[in-house]
């Protein structure tokens, strides 16, 4: 398949596996991802030449040095000797004693080739930790020493594996270049990596001090700079691209500090297309994994030399040695530092295990599998190459269900998983955050929850434009009202159990069913008494026959959201067709259409407000936003139903624009009260001022935009 079709077909995978996730929630996207890209290998026969050192530099650099820009300083510094033990001395006890323990229970490796795959599957993959650590509520030791130490355990893990194939392939090792060649690679990968950032930063500083800060040059130029020294470390200096990219992400991150006062706005853009950027490289790096199955598992599985079962059988067996050494060095790690500091916290093979468990295995393990060579030095094939293709794979699959599997059920609280390739939404970066601020350390409620404050600021801004609705601005107001009412419900439902909603759903049904017996009822009378036509009529009756299918089909066979509104679209458009089609005058009927919703919304106003007044019936049990909702509803339609429109559109959006303004303005205000009264955290406070400043940059672009045509 050429490279640009490609390059299409799995962004667009991406986007479907962030799709699919949405509704199998149990299941990492991580793992969805491998899933499409293993069936688009076998279905369409895609296929992708896998070269390590353009992998490395298109997908793991950047991510690397994203990661570095990312992960916190003082953790950093604080784990500086957990994470440097396990990136290098666990390591090299995992190469060394995991391939020994490799060739011993499974003795058709050679030993040569057990080191060499043990050193490639010890580095734990800094994408594939995140997919997992981001999704369980791991203690938070546990999870800085696991990203931190999967910043740099790829250099010590692929030099490991670089002199262990060495061997295999030539028979001969020479312990002490190979220790030479790892000081060189790593200490000559850091200091060229911290000496390019600080030429970088100082080029930019110079270049905004001479006026030359624009915005999009400055993104593109952070944007490039991982590329730019994971190149320069690997081709000019021979070293350790992967730790020069993580120390200037690193560096990058402590003198950054100063930017965020000097140009906010590229700071937010920034932040914004380095998103953009991961996702897409996170998700493809998973696809292009699930499509190298096939051609890593394909040998052993067709070929004869070994059962199958026997390799799925080898693949526990690895996958059960690389578990077992972690957890043991995790634990003996917690009981030295409990021996030496007394007021630490006791040893816990629990927490072992989450470590164990957290280290997964994923690109650059696959990555480098692919460079064993067919044939040794004297010409014969290398041996068992097909079966540590198959065991590499595997142990990546295995240790990615294996952590979404069990750490949910070690961990204290577990959450939808989330991976960098996720969509970076809102409603995803803030779910752990509503959790720490709801919960104290005794688990009392203390503060308001992002999507409750959401839900406030948007019922003040409802206030705020009834407070400034008049007769000549009613179309403009209920149209915001309306939108905003749908807002409050869809955070409503997202922030409520499946027990909570269940009553609340059905109380907002039966309101619905009131309202619609009203306006069949009005259509009806309408009809006797020939104030419209039969034709006309029946059409309405139809709609609304529609309408309370749907309720009641939402209600009782909830399907996918997606499927219910192409359906929607389906009908009104074969209802605007049957219109043009209709015989007469389609002009008339149009009118006499909106002249029954009209006087049908009337109804099942009066209907809801009879409803409510029965002595049987209890006002208080119904949700009020439920009926608020339904009666701007039906307000709105009323306003739309009006022939006599004389209002231009020009003056509809500059009532619009000064009714969102306004409320935009109460939002702010609810804001600052919460923050005042101590409600809510300066964290939340900054993320909701946030987004009601982007919403009022939209509609000031959007001004813009109108002038200029």
């Known amino acids: 398949m050429p490279i640009i079709e490609l390059v299409i077909l799995l962004a667009c995978l991406v986007l479907l596996s962030n799709v699919l996730s949405h509704y199998l929630v149990a299941i990492p996207v991580s793992l969805i991802q491998v899933g499409l890209g293993l069936g688009v290998a076998l279905l369409l026969n895609v296929q992708v030449k896998l070269q390590t050192d353009w992998f490395m530099l298109v997908f793991i650099a950047p991510m690397l040095y994203n990661d570095g820009r990312e992960f916190p300083k003082q953790e950093l510094w604080e784990l500086r000797g957990a994470i440097f033990a396990n990136a290098i001395v666990l390591v090299f006890i995992t190469t060394i004693l995991g391939g020994f323990l490799i060739h011993v229970l499974i003795p058709t490796i050679p030993l040569a080739v057990g080191i060499a795959l043990a050193a490639i599957l010890s580095p734990t993959d800094p994408i594939a930790v995140q997919s997992i650590s981001e999704g369980v509520k791991l203690p938070k030791e546990i999870l800085h020493l696991v990203s931190g130490e999967s910043l740099i355990n790829d250099a010590s893990g692929l030099i490991g594996f670089k002199y262990a194939l060495a061997a295999a392939v030539t028979g001969t090792f020479v312990l002490s270049k190979a220790i030479g060649d790892f000081f060189y690679i790593s200490l000559v990968g850091l200091a060229v990596g911290l000496a390019l950032i600080t030429v970088i930063q100082l080029i930019r500083d110079i270049l905004r001090r001479e006026g030359i800060n624009d915005i999009v040059f400055n993104v593109v130029l952070q944007i490039t700079t991982p590329f730019a020294i994971y190149f320069i470390a690997e081709e000019w200096f021979h070293a350790s691209g992967v730790v020069a990219v993580v120390a200037a992400g690193v560096l990058a991150h402590i003198q950054n500090s100063h930017e965020s006062e000097d140009a906010p706005e590229l700071r937010l853009v920034t932040e914004r297309v380095w998103n953009v950027v991961v996702y897409l490289l996170n998700g493809i790096v998973f696809l292009i994994l699930g499509i190298e199955l096939p051609v890593a598992t394909q040998a052993t599985i067709k070929g004869a030399h070994t059962n199958t079962f026997h390799a799925v059988f080898d693949v526990l067996i690895v996958w059960g040695i690389l578990l077992l050494i972690r957890v043991a060095w995790t634990y003996a790690y917690m009981l030295f530092n409990w021996l030496r500091h007394h007021k630490k916290v006791k040893p816990s093979l629990r927490i072992a295990a989450l470590s164990g468990l957290s280290g997964v295995r994923g690109a650059i393990t696959m990555a480098g599998v692919f460079t064993i060579p067919t044939v040794i030095a004297t010409g014969e094939a290398f041996p068992e190459r097909s079966l540590v293709l198959f065991i590499a794979a595997g142990v990546i699959i295995l240790s990615l269900v294996a952590a979404a599997a ?198 099942a106003i009066k209907a809801l407000s009879q409803y409510l007044k029965q002595a049987n019936v209890d006002e208080q049990q119904f949700d009020r936003q439920a009926l608020y909702h339904l009666i701007v509803h039906y307000r709105n339609r009323i306003e739309n139903a009006k022939n006599d429109h004389t209002l231009s559109r020009d003056d509809y959006e500059r009532q619009l624009h000064s009714l969102r303004i306004k409320s935009l303005g109460a939002e702010r205000a609810g804001v600052q009260h919460l923050l005042e009264s101590g409600q809510i955290s300066l964290r939340t406070a900054a993320k909701l001022r946030q987004f009601i400043n982007y919403s009022e940059n939209l509609l000031m672009l959007n001004d813009i935009e109108a002038d200029d045509e």
């Not at 403009?476 to 922030?495: G, H, K, M, P, T």
């Not at 059905?506 to 020939?530: C, H, M, P």
């Open 406 to 603: 069990i750490l949910p059920l070690m961990a204290s609280k577990s959450l939808p998983f989330v991976t960098r390739g996720s969509s970076p939404d809102e409603d995803d970066t803030v779910l752990a955050e509503d959790l720490d601020e709801a919960e104290d350390a005794d688990g009392g409620l203390q503060q308001l929850t992002y999507k409750q404050v959401r839900i406030y600021i948007l019922q003040l801004a409802v206030q705020n434009i009834e407070e400034h609705r008049r007769p000549e601005n009613q179309r403009a107001a209920y149209d915001l009202i309306l939108d905003q009412q749908f807002q409050i419900r869809r955070l409503e439902v997202a922030s409520q159990t499946a027990d909570e909603l269940a009553p609340m759903l059905t109380d907002e049904l039966q309101l619905r069913l009131v309202a619609l017996n009203g306006e069949r009822a009005a259509v009806r009378e309408l009809i006797t008494s020939k104030k419209t036509t039969k034709l006309a009529g029946q059409v309405y009756l139809r709609r609304i026959d529609r309408r309370e299918q749907r309720f009641l089909q939402a209600t009782h066979k909830p399907g996918l959201p997606t499927l219910r509104s192409l359906q929607l679209l389906f009908n009104r458009a074969m209802q605007g067709i049957r219109l043009w089609l209709a015989p007469g005058d389609s002009d008339a009927l149009r009118s006499e259409l909106l002249n029954i919703q009209r006087e049908a919304s009337k109804a």
